[in-house]
């Protein structure tokens, strides 16, 4: 079955410090596409940064960065130099081709504080 | 801003009623996706629908049903509500090619749907 585990319900950084998100897929398909979003305490779901299941050099999007480990089956979210405004719930999906469609698998999220 | 729109952001309801709750996706996407979000069951797709067409179904309720019209708008339909239909409602946007995993999809702001 295709899921996502994102196993740290909350964490805590100090601002300006690097963050690492945990992030485990599982699905037996070849070709799928790795997402991470943020959703602030307002409600809306933020795309970050993308990694698809060929690509050979891990996703960066200025501060984001995605560390992807195929073998292991993770796909973890970096967040370099940490700031207040980081401060939310953030969100590892998987896409996957779904009776000709397409759709995302979401984990459970990780809330990150950032502590000034 | 993603590009998506989503209305109304609030709803108050009484159980037994039916609501509609309508989407524009971004310019120059086809595909909309429809996600509940709820405390107890977190993010879940409900149905996709591509240029007008049904394109995957996901967890859906038989009470739930939408549509996709020619100006590529969509609206959610839910009707007979009950308590456990109280939840935050997205609807996500992507071009889409077909059979592609790797296409970003874009979030509205979500109705937040609140069944008294």
């Known amino acids: 079955a295709q899921k996502i585990t994102q196993t740290q319900p909350g964490m805590f950084v100090q601002e300006k410090e690097a963050v690492t998100l945990d992030c485990t897929y599982d699905?037996?398909?070849?070709?799928?596409?790795l997402f991470w979003y943020k959703q602030p305490s307002s409600g809306e779901m933020i795309f970050l940064i993308y990694?698809?299941?060929?690509?050979?050099q891990n996703a960066t999007e200025g501060r984001y960065s995605l560390n992807f480990q195929k073998a292991r089956k993770s796909a973890n979210l970096v967040i370099s130099a940490s700031q207040l405004g980081d401060s939310a719930m953030y969100f590892c999906?998987?896409?996957?081709?779904?009776?000709?469609?397409?759709?995302?698998?979401f984990g459970q999220g990780t809330e990150l504080s950032v502590k000034p | 801003d993603s590009g998506v729109t989503q209305t109304p952001k609030h709803l108050i309801t009484a159980t037994g009623q039916r609501v509609t709750l309508r989407c524009s996706p971004r310019?120059?996407?086809?595909?909309v996706y429809w996600y509940q979000q709820s405390l107890d069951q977190g993010l879940q797709f409900l149905i996709q629908?591509?240029?007008?067409?049904?394109?995957a179904k996901g967890n859906i309720l038989e009470r739930f049903s939408a549509q996709q019209f020619p100006d590529l708008h969509s609206e959610l339909n839910l009707s007979s509500l009950e308590l456990g239909d109280s939840a935050l409602y997205f609807c996500?946007?992507?071009?889409?090619?077909?059979?592609?995993?790797?296409?970003?999809?874009?979030f509205g702001p979500g109705t937040r749907l609140l069944v008294l």
């Open positions: 310019s120059g996407d086809l595909s």
């Open positions: 629908y591509y240029n007008g067409e049904e394109r």
């Open positions: 999906a998987m896409s996957v081709l779904y009776n000709q469609g397409g759709k995302l698998i």
């Open positions: 699905t037996s398909d070849p070709s799928y596409g």
């Open positions: 996500a946007s992507s071009v889409e090619e077909e059979g592609e995993v790797g296409e970003t999809q874009y």
């Open positions: 990694q698809g299941s060929y690509d050979q």
